[in-house]
């Protein structure tokens, strides 16, 4: 697990994650952005994710906990059909994908992934689930071109898509300078048919 620290902690989040292809036809549509915002903080097309619950920074120890029973949703669980649509910003610096398709099954499954998390004592900040996938960060000090960027995104609607699995993830957060990275810790495919 590299999203480790000497102090034995881990910045932990459970996402879902779009297929190669569906990110691949987000990466054309935001090649003019790429090339008119090169001082943006790009994410990494491989890191792109749907986060569902974010943990934040626990004892490693709690990985082991959450397994068995993320195993066992991600099992009873049907994937969830999702598009990637449009584009918005946060505090005009971080750009994002909005998300379409079956949203009430989306926050259905959020609602039970934060469960299990619940169940098993494991404590975050259960905030309200805005469906997105963020694609870059401005950096500070800095205009913000994450605005502009978003508006370039509006029309854009990608394929659907199923998400067939439930990632549980770590990151590099606040880890150095370098920019963000995120490693699956394991991820287990949806089971309940599609």
């Not at 004892?59 to 397994?67: H, K, Q, S, Y």
């Not at 999702?82 to 259905?108: M, N, P, Q, T």
């Not at 000090?141 to 609607?157: G, I, K, Q, R």
């Amino acid at each position: 697990m590299n999203a480790q620290t000497p102090s034995g902690t881990v910045r932990i989040f459970i996402a879902l994650a779009p297929p190669d292809d569906a990110k691949e036809e987000l990466a054309r549509e935001l090649r003019p952005a790429y090339e008119a915002y090169p001082r943006m903080r790009w994410n990494r097309i491989e890191d792109w994710h749907i986060t569902l619950a974010f943990l934040g920074e626990l004892p490693v120890a709690t990985v082991p906990l959450l397994r068995p029973p993320l195993a066992a949703l991600a099992a009873e669980h049907r994937p969830v059909r999702l598009a990637l649509h449009g584009g918005g910003h946060f505090d005009d610096r971080v750009l994002w994908s909005g998300i379409d398709g079956d949203l009430e099954g989306l926050h259905l499954l959020a609602g039970e992934v934060r469960a299990v998390v619940k169940e098993c004592g494991v404590p975050f900040e259960d905030r309200p689930l805005r469906p997105h996938l963020t694609l870059a960060r401005s950096r500070r000090n800095e205009p913000s071109c994450a605005v502009e960027a978003a508006e370039a995104l509006d029309s854009f609607t990608g394929r659907s898509w199923p998400a067939e699995r439930l990632h549980l993830v770590g990151s590099n957060v606040g880890r150095g300078p370098g920019p963000i990275h995120y490693r699956d810790i394991e991820a287990w495919s949806f089971g309940g048919g599609s």
